[in-house]
């Protein structure tokens, strides 16, 4: 008999956990990009949330008021850092080593819940997420190219005009549109062939031969 009551207390529901500032803030940050990576913008609940934290309602609401403002600082906290650019040898080499790191940035947990909800929400509530997107994905990004391009433009490998914002949106608007638009998910290949056929010949002085390519 009392191996019956022990059991029963063991198959009993768990309370939610006792925590409390940052410990428990960063519980529901997490629970909300797991809910958004894996059910989307849509199926985003605040309720969903505190279930995934291990918390009540009351607690995702004290700290934010709405679905977006949580969903704005979730995606704030979890983004990875663009802010670090190693010298490979050479404006290819660097290139495929800028794409890779966006490339990951894009297909990490956190990325994956922004583009679910850049897909999904409406233009009002896309808003909230502006500053988001263009201070830790889009600036980074174009910061780390151009600092690319210009460190070839001092090695001579790249023609002196080829630092402007047109060419530094090349490679960001091809990313974003064959994964959005064709679902690649830019293997390494994609992205050397990218880098060869596309932005090789288009920074290159003219008086330079051609850098063979690969892989």
């Known amino acids: 008999m009392a191996t019956s009551r022990w059991t029963g207390a063991a198959e ?3 309370a939610p956990l006792r925590r409390r500032g940052p410990v428990l803030e960063r519980a529901i940050l997490e629970a909300a990009l797991e809910q958004l ?3 989307g913008w849509s199926g985003f609940t605040m309720e ?10 009351a607690a995702v609401y004290r700290r934010w008021p709405s679905k977006e403002d ?4 979730a995606l704030e906290a979890g983004l990875p850092r663009l802010d670090e650019d190693a010298d490979q040898g050479g404006v290819r080499e ?12 894009m297909f990490s947990r956190t990325g994956i819940a922004l ?13 909230r997420f502006q500053g988001v997107i263009v201070n830790r994905v889009v600036q980074p990004s174009k910061e780390l190219f151009r600092a690319v391009v210009q460190r070839g433009v001092s090695r001579g490998d790249v023609r002196a005009d ?9 490679i960001p608007g091809l990313l974003m549109y064959r994964s959005k638009v064709c679902g690649s998910e830019w ?20 008086s330079c031969r051609p850098i063979d390519g690969g892989s």
Do not use: N
């Open 48 to 57: 969903g949330v505190a279930a995934g934290a291990q918390t009540g309602k």
């Open 187 to 206: 293997p390494d290949q994609d992205i050397a062939q990218m880098i060869d056929q596309v932005m090789v010949p288009l920074l290159r002085p003219h």
């Open 115 to 127: 583009r679910s909800v850049l897909h999904e929400c409406d233009a009002v509530a896309a808003e």
């Open 37 to 39: 990576s894996t059910v």
């Open 70 to 73: 949580l969903v704005a600082d």
């Open 162 to 170: 080829a630092a402007c914002e047109l060419v530094l949106d090349v």
């Open 94 to 105: 660097d290139l495929f080593h800028v794409c890779r790191r966006v490339r990951d940035a």
């Open 12 to 14: 009993a529901p768990s």
